[in-house]
């Protein structure tokens, strides 16, 4: 159990669990540091998902669709589903880490 002491000026992040100014941490208890690499993270392994998806559009387009003349508008539509498949995956991966944490209540229990 990590202590949680509402009058303090300080807070103990969970993760990294150094004590830092209470300003400097989030409402799940995170400092700045711990939420930077989660984020990069999820940002690194996004840009994976991103390009199986986009392989995988580039694929269906050349191997069904077969384009002949505009090549550009369908380049145009991979390129776009890259992105934003990287961007939804990004946001979810996440919000996944945060949600899986550790809990922000550090193991307090109501008064009875």
């Excluded at 990590?2 to 400097?24: F, G, H, V, Y």
């Excluded at 700045?32 to 990069?40: L, M």
């Excluded at 840009?47 to 694929?59: D, I, Q, R």
Aim: net charge neutral; proline share 7%.
């Amino acid at each position: 159990m990590i202590p949680k002491d509402l009058d303090s000026l300080e807070a103990t992040c969970l993760l990294c669990l150094q004590t830092k100014p209470r300003q400097d941490v989030d409402r799940l208890l995170w400092c700045e540091e711990c939420r930077e690499a989660v984020q990069n993270r999820a940002a690194h392994r996004s840009w994976y998902a991103g390009l199986v998806v986009a392989v995988v559009l580039a694929l269906w387009i050349w191997l069904y669709i077969q384009p002949t003349v505009l090549i550009g508008p369908w380049v145009g539509t991979v390129l776009g589903a890259f992105y934003v498949s990287a961007r939804v995956t990004r946001e979810v991966l996440y919000t996944v880490a945060r949600m899986r944490g550790p809990p922000a209540d550090g193991g307090a229990v109501p008064p009875e």
